[in-house]
């Protein structure tokens, strides 16, 4: 990977590991517009401000847009989101996986 490349992956993952970044983006990955409001309480948690903050951050790098409906994501916000929806999958593998090595090993018996 080339330090463009590099370069390009770390100013995308610095956009999106602002506070609640991705939680706004998952919360309108069905496609379905949503008011400010209904944002809100779809990220849960979240103050007005920063939400105010994550949606002029996400509008200026093309992933979100606002129309007269509400916000929505943009096709390039589309495309991200296909992206990290692969992590899904691997989540549930790896959550699965941690809670095995937590449980405890059954007694061996002596044969």
Same mark, same amino acid.
Not at 6 to 27: G, H, K, M, P, S
Not at 70 to 74: D, E, H, I, Q, R
């Given at each position: 990977m080339s330090s463009k490349d590099?370069?390009?992956?770390?100013?995308?993952?610095?956009?999106?590991?602002?506070?609640?970044?991705?939680?706004? +983006?998952?919360?309108l990955?069905? @496609?379905?517009?949503?008011?400010?409001? !209904?944002?809100?309480d779809s990220v849960g948690g979240i103050t007005p401000?920063? !939400?105010?903050?994550?949606?002029?951050? +996400?509008?200026?790098a093309g992933l979100v847009q606002? @129309?007269?409906e509400?916000?929505?994501?943009?096709a390039s916000g589309h495309d991200l989101l296909?992206?990290?929806?692969? !992590?899904?999958?691997f989540a549930a593998r790896w959550v699965a996986a941690q809670a095995r090595k937590r449980q405890p090993l059954p007694p061996q018996e002596n044969p």
């Open positions: 590099n370069a390009a992956t770390f100013q995308l993952l610095a956009l999106l590991e602002a506070r609640y970044a991705i939680r706004v +983006l998952w919360a990955r069905d @496609g379905h517009p949503q008011t400010f409001r !209904l944002l809100q401000n920063t !939400l105010n903050t994550r949606l002029k951050e +996400l509008r200026e606002h @129309g007269p509400g916000y929505t994501v943009t296909r992206r990290i929806s692969d !992590l899904q999958a």
